[in-house]
């Protein structure tokens, strides 16, 4: 566990890190051993976590959850659990890596279409030279096809696994194989390997800023409205969690 505080956004659990501090609690991970699972919380994360057990078990349990967008710390800030800063999953992937290739750790790829797993470790190799990456694999999320993975896993010897599977097929495919997979730091990402591969832009930086993302994603990838009605759903939740009668917004945390 990390030594972050733990903030409860409609029940789910998500520490108060900062960038540079999940930086710093991920030296420590690899510094004490063990084997351990990051997520990054979003409110589709929160949203899905309250309707099911065994996603929102998976949050309980991992090492670190940061504040991965804007919603969180939105509402963070009207259930009066405060996060201080995003922490966006693609940049603290990036920051991993960059720290990786100064420290001579191995880092695996696994997850999204097939190739683009490739293109990622070859744009992330030539922004921070020197960085060793122990393999890439567009895998699948099925447990029939976990084996030959695993086995793809246990001879790359990663420090660092990032799987983008999408959430929460992601996360739950960690916490069922890291126990056997043991490797010291595993992460969710999402669509981290599209953008960073450049298959699918990022907003554009003010519009990050002002915390339109999700507005900028709605408009590329469209087909994405119906999982994306979470964040109405969600800031509905959080409000009636503040101001409705009986809220439990604040959790029991
Ligand atoms: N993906 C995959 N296997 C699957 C389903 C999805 O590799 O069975 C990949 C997909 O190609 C994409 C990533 O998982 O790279 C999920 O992207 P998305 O933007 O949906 O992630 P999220 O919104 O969950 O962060």
């Given amino acids: 566990m990390s030594e972050a505080p733990i903030r409860r956004i409609l029940g789910v659990r998500v520490h108060d890190v900062t960038m540079e501090e999940a930086l710093r609690i991920v030296e420590g991970f690899l510094a004490k051993g063990g084997a351990r699972q990051i997520c990054t919380v979003n409110p589709e994360f929160v949203m899905h976590a309250r309707r099911d057990p065994a996603f929102f078990r998976v949050l309980e ?9 804007v919603g969180l710390l939105w509402a963070g800030r009207i259930l009066r ?9 693609v940049e603290l992937m990036e920051a991993l890596a960059a720290r990786a290739a ?3 750790w191995r880092v695996f790829l696994l997850g999204a279409a097939e190739g683009v797993a490739d293109r990622a470790a070859a744009v992330l190799q030539a922004r921070y030279p020197g960085l060793i990456i122990a393999g890439t694999f567009a895998g699948s999320p099925r447990p029939e096809d976990a084996p030959p993975i695993l086995e793809r896993l246990r001879e790359a010897r990663p420090d660092f696994l990032f ?6 097929r992601q996360d739950l ?19 981290a390997f599209d953008f960073i591969a450049g298959v699918v832009p990022r907003a554009p930086r003010w519009m990050r800023e002002i915390g339109l993302e999700w507005l900028y994603r709605l408009i590329r990838q469209p087909w994405r ?24 917004g604040a959790g029991a945390g």
């Fill in 61 to 69: 349990e991992a090492d670190l959850n940061v504040p991965d967008g």
């Fill in 81 to 89: 659990q405060p996060l201080r800063e995003r922490v966006p999953g």
């Fill in 102 to 104: 100064e420290r001579g």
């Fill in 163 to 168: 799987v983008a599977y999408g959430a929460p």
């Fill in 173 to 191: 495919w960690i916490a069922r194989y890291q126990p056997e997979l043991r490797i010291p730091v595993a992460m969710g990402v999402g669509g």
């Fill in 225 to 248: 409205w119906r999982r994306m009605l979470a964040l109405p759903r969600f800031v509905l939740a959080v409000l009636a969690a503040r101001y409705g009668s009986g809220g439990t």
